[in-house]
């Protein structure tokens, strides 16, 4: 420790009834509030998240269209995404809640998909997925409540896989496993539904976090082979589930686009007018970066 310099003994005694002049303390900085969350809604289910320093893809579909995917349910896209892939930046981590259906992963979805640093997805997909060389080693399967943390940039985040169903009960052996996610980051929370149709598996996402924005996966999917069975929330299944989670905006994703996507989306508005529901609604304009 360097000893004080001794007092100067000629320095002159203050006047009578006078004080020293007092140097003030440095002020200390403020912490610097965390840089705005931002999205943009890319099509379909595919939204890009800016949290701090963190970027975040979400179900990544990127085919032009139209474009037709064969199958037992065929599927056939009628809109392309609002950002080429190749305008993507880098990617931290993919959410993604199936590899089953080409409206949550296409063909040059993967390719996005094997360029991120990370990607978190269902068992079942991360079990298919690792076989690609590209992929391999950074896809990883969460089962339901299981939480990660990815850091990228200076930010960490906290991701839970959430309970999803993509059908009817007993369609399971049909539809495949699907995810949802609970993202939390210093500013707020934000759940990704997935695929899913309202069950009561869902209820306890509600209960076990406070859901500042909810991403709804909604168009009410049908397909001609399955008669009345829903494969995706309606607007007022969503509706039911947003008033069940609390959640303070509510964002809609999977309504247009695509064949099997069956509502009309101005079901949607229509759903959310009523009082408890007031000001909760967001429809996000396609390929503009815009604050949560």
Do not use: C
Request: hydrophobic content about 40%.
């Amino acid at each position: 420790m360097t000893p004080s310099a001794p007092a100067d003994a000629s320095a002159p005694e203050p006047e009578s009834g006078t004080r020293p002049e007092t140097v003030p303390a440095a002020e200390t900085e403020p912490a610097a509030d965390p840089a705005p969350a931002t999205v943009t809604y890319v099509g379909t289910a595919t939204v890009l998240l800016r949290l701090g320093g963190l970027t975040v893809l979400t179900d990544p579909a990127f085919d032009e269209a139209p474009a037709d995917y064969p199958g037992a349910r065929p599927l056939h896209r009628t809109t392309g995404p609002a950002l080429a892939a190749d305008r993507l930046p880098p990617v931290d981590l993919v959410l993604l809640s199936h590899d089953q259906h080409a409206d949550n992963l296409d063909h040059t979805g993967r390719e996005v998909l094997a360029r991120a640093a990370a990607v978190l997805t269902t068992p079942e997909a991360a079990e298919r997925l690792v076989d690609d060389g590209p992929t391999k080693g950074r896809i990883e399967g969460l089962a339901p409540w299981e939480s990660r943390e990815v850091t990228a940039g200076g930010t960490t985040v906290t991701v839970t896989a959430t309970p999803a169903r993509h059908g009817p009960e007993g369609t399971e052996h049909v539809t495949g496993p699907v995810t949802g996610f609970v993202v939390e980051y210093d500013g707020g929370t934000l759940y990704v539904s997935g695929d899913t149709v309202r069950h009561d598996a869902l209820t306890e996402i509600g209960a076990r976090f406070a859901i500042d924005t909810a991403f709804l996966h909604l168009g009410d999917a049908h397909f001609p082979t399955t008669g009345d069975r829903a494969f995706s929330m309606s607007a007022h299944e969503g509706a039911a589930l947003a008033r069940t989670l609390g959640a303070r905006t509510v964002i809609p994703l999977h309504f247009d686009s695509w064949h099997h996507l069956a509502e009309d989306p101005a079901r949607i508005p229509e759903a959310f007018d009523t009082p408890d529901l007031a000001g909760r609604l967001r429809l996000l304009p396609p390929g503009v970066a815009e604050t949560l």
